[in-house]
């Protein structure tokens, strides 16, 4: 499968991120859902589904490491019983990019652990300068389709 990327600087980094920590899923997003660059989806429906609810995840989670701990929680990790799920916050030059990975048993949590370090390392060094110019961060119809895609896995469509 290919990775599909948002953002040009991104595909390398990813992509040896995925082929090193051998995750079936992983997305690279904004924390507010907008996607940076995927691999392991067949539809966009499902990209922009896992994107919003890891979206409101990564926030409550933050929020609620700030409440008990005094600053927000990096990272979360679910294991169930043939996948996992790790969520990590990502910083690069001053912003904050979320990462979701989903592996089975060809990984383990450590090895997404080493490797995000590196994908850290990598994505930090692809990252464009701030000074260059980036098209906007939310796409013109992103809040009517975040909203839509919501709608239909509530049931609600």
Same mark, same amino acid.
């Given at each position: 499968?290919?990775?599909?990327?948002?953002?040009?600087?991104?595909?390398?980094?990813?992509? %040896?991120?995925?082929?090193?920590?051998?995750?079936?899923?992983?997305?690279?997003?904004?924390?507010? #859902?907008?996607?940076?660059?995927?691999? #392991?989806?067949?539809?966009?429906?499902?990209?922009?589904?896992?994107?919003?609810?890891?979206?409101?995840?990564?926030?409550?989670?933050?929020?609620? #490491?700030?409440?008990?701990?005094?600053?927000?929680?990096?990272?979360?990790?679910?294991?169930?019983?043939?996948?996992?799920?790790?969520?990590?916050?990502?910083?690069?030059?001053?912003?904050?990019?979320?990462?979701?990975?989903?592996?089975?048993?060809?990984?383990?949590? #450590?090895?997404? %652990?080493?490797?995000?370090?590196?994908?850290?390392?990598?994505?930090?060094?692809?990252?464009?300068?701030?000074?260059?110019?980036?098209?906007?961060?939310?796409?013109?119809?992103?809040?009517?389709?975040?909203?839509?895609?919501?709608? %239909?896995?509530?049931?609600?469509?």
């Amino acid at each position: 499968m290919k990775v599909s990327v948002a953002a040009g600087w991104v595909e390398t980094p990813l992509k %040896q991120f995925v082929d090193d920590a051998r995750v079936e899923i992983a997305v690279l997003m904004h924390p507010s #859902g907008q996607v940076l660059g995927q691999y #392991g989806f067949a539809r966009s429906v499902d990209v922009m589904t896992a994107c919003a609810l890891a979206s409101a995840i990564h926030a409550s989670a933050s929020e609620l #490491g700030r409440q008990l701990d005094g600053k927000p929680f990096s990272a979360l990790h679910y294991m169930g019983r043939d996948r996992q799920i790790f969520l990590g916050a990502i910083a690069a030059h001053g912003s904050t990019m979320v990462l979701l990975a989903v592996f089975d048993r060809e990984s383990s949590l #450590g090895l997404v %652990q080493l490797f995000l370090e590196e994908f850290r390392v990598r994505l930090t060094a692809a990252v464009p300068p701030a000074d260059t110019e980036h098209p906007p961060a939310m796409a013109e119809n992103f809040e009517r389709d975040l909203n839509r895609n919501l709608a %239909q896995l509530f049931g609600r469509a």
